[in-house]
């Protein structure tokens, strides 16, 4: 789960980036303008899960969060990614080789999710 500001344009963006899918999302109310759960669905998996972070009552950093490690089949894909993650992110590495795989990145996106994407 990612506790996290933003859950209903961060949806939009992590659909796009993965090319998944919404499943399973709920609002406190109708009135909300968030989601209290959201899941991120790829290949009938669920991915990730979305909570917004204002809802609890509870202290959550900006960028320690959540980290995930996410392997790709093909470039194209790895691409696509990291093009719509590095959108206002802050980039702790770019795509680049690296000693146990042919490409990786490193990056927190403007949600505050931290990202390593690669290819072996």
Not at 41 to 47: A, E, K, Q, Y
Not at 82 to 106: F, G, M, R
């Amino acid at each position: 789960m990612a506790y996290i500001t933003g859950t209903t344009q961060a949806v939009d963006f992590y659909c796009e980036a993965f090319n998944a899918t919404l499943k399973n999302c709920f609002k406190a109310s109708d009135e909300d303008d968030f989601y209290v759960h959201a899941e991120i669905v790829i290949n009938n998996l669920t991915f990730l899960a979305l909570s917004e972070k204002s809802y609890y009552d509870k202290e959550f950093i900006h960028g320690d969060n959540m980290e995930f490690w996410v392997t790709f089949e093909d470039e194209q894909s790895l691409n696509k990614a990291y093009d719509v993650l590095k959108e206002n992110a802050t980039i702790h590495s770019a795509l680049q080789p690296c000693e146990w795989c042919s490409t990786i990145a490193n990056l927190t996106d403007k949600y505050g999710v931290r990202w390593l994407l690669n290819i072996i």
